[in-house]
Structures are given as structure tokens and as C-alpha cells.
């Protein structure tokens, strides 16, 4: 990889952590050194922003691999604001699992 196309990576992901304190991708399993291009552009997008982050790979078979890039720890205030995102999203699962978005109601107890 260039390292034109290197700094380009790193400027996708550390929008795709700002925006979404996450960032995906889908890569070829046989092309191992994208693999790591990917995971060292995730390490790099967080000392660019001061935050701590962790990189995953994880096999999806089919011959691909997930590099998945991870905010742990950035500001105060954007971790907070993390958590109330979770915690929505949260509680709108539970919400649709209760059945209150619907005319069925509940479900009922267990026997």
C-alpha cells in the first residue's frame, strides 16, 4: 500500500470513528497484508485522534475476513454521549421485544 492510499485509509476511518465510534470492513482472507493494512490504518486513525482503540479480525468464511476497528476510550463527553446512544438503542429493542410498537401487546407470561 502507498502511502498516499495509506493516509487515505486513515482519514475513512477516523471519520467512520467519529461519526460512528466504529469502522468495518470486509476484506479478502487471502489477501492478509489488506487485512493489516486495515487494522494498522484503525491504530493510526486513533493516535491521530488521542483515543484508544482496539482492532479485530474475525474470519466470516467464504473466504472473507471482518476488520473491525473499535473506540474503547475517547473524550469524556463523546463516550457519554456513546453510552446514551446504547442505551437508547437499548431500550428500543426491548421495547419491540415487549411488543409495545404493535396491536399484539405483550406476549404472554411464561407457562
Known sequence: M???????LVAEVVAALQQDHEYRAVVPADDPTRV????????????????K??????????????????????????????ARRREAAK??????????DNDEGPPPPPA
Open 2 to 8: 502507498t502511502e498516499a492510499a495509506h493516509l487515505e
Open 36 to 51: 493489516e493494512a486495515v487494522r494498522a490504518a484503525g491504530r493510526a486513525a486513533g493516535r491521530r485522534l488521542s483515543w
Open 53 to 82: 482503540v482496539q482492532t479485530l479480525a474475525v474470519g466470516l468464511g467464504g473466504g472473507e475476513v471482518l476488520v473491525h476497528v473499535l473506540v474503547m476510550k475517547s473524550t469524556p463527553e463523546r463516550d457519554a454521549a456513546a
Open 91 to 100: 431500550r428500543e429493542a426491548l421495547t419491540r421485544l415487549d411488543g409495545a
